[in-house]
Structure formats: C-alpha cells, structure tokens
C-alpha cells in the first residue's frame, strides 16, 4: 500500500533489531548462484524471509530466500541470500522494498551482485565484472507512483550511480589479488525468457556490456535512499546468438557456483577495505 511505507519499514526493521541486536553497515543483495558468501559471516544470525514481516517470497532458482546478518573482516554485514524480481511477477516496489529497509536501518553501503549474460565477444563464463553504468530497459521504474518524501526525491539524479571511489577500491583490490576484473554497462531486462539475438544486436549497439533480469531496480532505490553503491557482475554466459548455442537457467546457476571462489575472494576482500 502506497503511503503507509514507513509503517512497514519499521516493523520490518523491529523485527530485525529484536531478532539480531546487530547494526550492519554495509549491505550484500547476493545474485543467482551467489549465495555461498552468505554462510562465511561469522556469528551469523539467520532469518528465513518468511519469518521477516512484509518480506516476500524468494521463488528464483539458487535463491535461498534468507536474511543473515553476521561478521565478515571485521565489518557488519546485512546479507540477503537472494533477492525479488520484476519476472517473479512482483511490483517494482516490492522487489526494492530490502533496499529501503536496509537505507532505513542505517546502512550506509550497499553491493548488488548478479549474474549475467555477456554481450562482449571477448568475455567468458566466470568472468567477472564491475558495474559501471546501467541501463535501464525493464520498462518500469520503481520510483513511478505517489512519492514519500522521507524515502528520497522523485526526480532521482543518476549520474553518478555506482558510487566511484567504490568502483576505484573494487578495481584496486582485484589487481592485487590477481583476479581479473571487466567492466561496463548493465542493462536490466524484465526476463524471464532469455533475449533473442536481435534484442542482444540492440543492446550492442547501445553500449551495453551485459544483460541481466535484476539489479536496475535495486540501485535506483538505493541511490534515491542515499546509498553508497557497489555493482558487480558474474558473466554465466555469453547473451543469445554470440555463439550458436541456447542458454539455460542451470547453465547460469552452474556458472556462478563454479565461478563463487573467485567472487568471494575478491568480495570479501573489498568489504575489508570498505
Ligand atoms: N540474459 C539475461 N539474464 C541473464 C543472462 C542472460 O543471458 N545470464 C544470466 N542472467
């Protein structure tokens, strides 16, 4: 219900407040297949989305639909094992309602994650990339609708999505590790279905490095609430007609588990530094 989002949130947040005692800092959306960061928190609280009031429920393959809230070097984290999408059939408000309850339990920082089809000839399954732009191309807008005031201004600036000096640590911290980081633009599409090849020819043409089904939403939400945002990106495949192959939903499960080592080295590694 429209206009009665601060009533929600704060049940929602009581609850978590009740529940944990914690006070996260920096928040963690964890993509398809990317959930496995999740069981290293330390001293984890753990709360199924069920249980949380006004949270929805996780029905995406590889989203275990829980909240855990625990230690990773040192930091706080709020760590969502899986998160809402527009194709689950759920309303642009009710797939971003977590940001908002993270921006409003005092989060300060918050990392998106994915997985992704490639749109480059040059990138491979596994291959991991940070977000540096998105484009939106969901056909919707999470902020469409009688805005609250408290929540942040209608007319959202988005110039500067993906805070910078995170992008700057995220691509520091890979070249001392040794993992090798892409980067480029986000285009968000609705899904479920997978694109045709003219639609990838299309995104191409736009400037798009890859092409997934979440996220967009998301960061609009959070750059609205005053987040500092982080955006990276696991490339499960390469998007439809760039080799003569089908794309499959376990195919990009498959290549996010395989790829998970690597996404959580660097991961956690950023979140040290942040
Ligand atoms: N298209 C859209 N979403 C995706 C893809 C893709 O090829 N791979 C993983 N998520």
């Known amino acids: 219900m429209p206009g009665d989002l601060l009533k929600r949130t704060d049940e ?60 990773l070097k040192g930091k706080t984290l709020l760590c969502m094992q899986g998160r809402f999408h527009y194709y689950e059939g759920y309303t642009m408000p009710q797939i971003t309602y977590p940001v908002r309850v993270m921006a409003r339990l005092g989060i300060k920082t918050l990392i998106l994650t994915n997985a992704c089809g490639g749109l480059k000839g040059e990138f491979s399954p596994g291959d991991l ?22 929540f942040g201004p209608r007319f959202q600036d988005m ?3 993906y805070t910078p000096a995170l992008a700057a640590l995220a691509r520091k911290t890979a070249a001392e590790l040794g993992i090798p980081l892409r980067e480029g633009v986000y285009l968000g599409y609705s899904g479920p279905s997978f694109e045709t090849p003219a ?17 967009v939403p998301e960061a609009i939400v959070a750059r609205q609430s005053g987040l500092r945002l982080l955006g990276l990106s696991c490339v499960t495949n390469l998007a439809a007609g760039i080799l003569d192959q089908p794309i499959s939903g376990e195919e990009v499960i498959e290549a996010a588990n395989k790829a998970g080592e690597k996404f959580i080295r660097l991961l956690t590694e950023i979140i040290g530094r942040i």
């Open 129 to 150: 990339m940070l977000i540096t732009d998105h484009i939106n191309f969901m056909g919707m807008n999470p902020l469409i609708g009688p805005n609250e005031d408290d």
């Open 199 to 215: 639609e990838i020819r299309l995104f191409q043409s736009f400037g798009a490095s890859a092409v997934g089904m979440s996220t």
């Open 12 to 71: 929602t947040i009581r609850y978590i407040r009740l529940k944990t005692g914690l006070q996260p800092e920096i928040g963690l959306v964890l993509g398809s297949g990317l959930g496995a960061l999740g069981d290293r928190l330390e001293d984890p609280c753990i709360i199924p989305y069920e249980e949380l009031p006004h949270f929805l429920k996780s029905t995406a393959p590889g989203h275990q639909g829980r909240m855990i809230i625990g230690r």
């Open 159 to 161: 110039t500067t999505a």
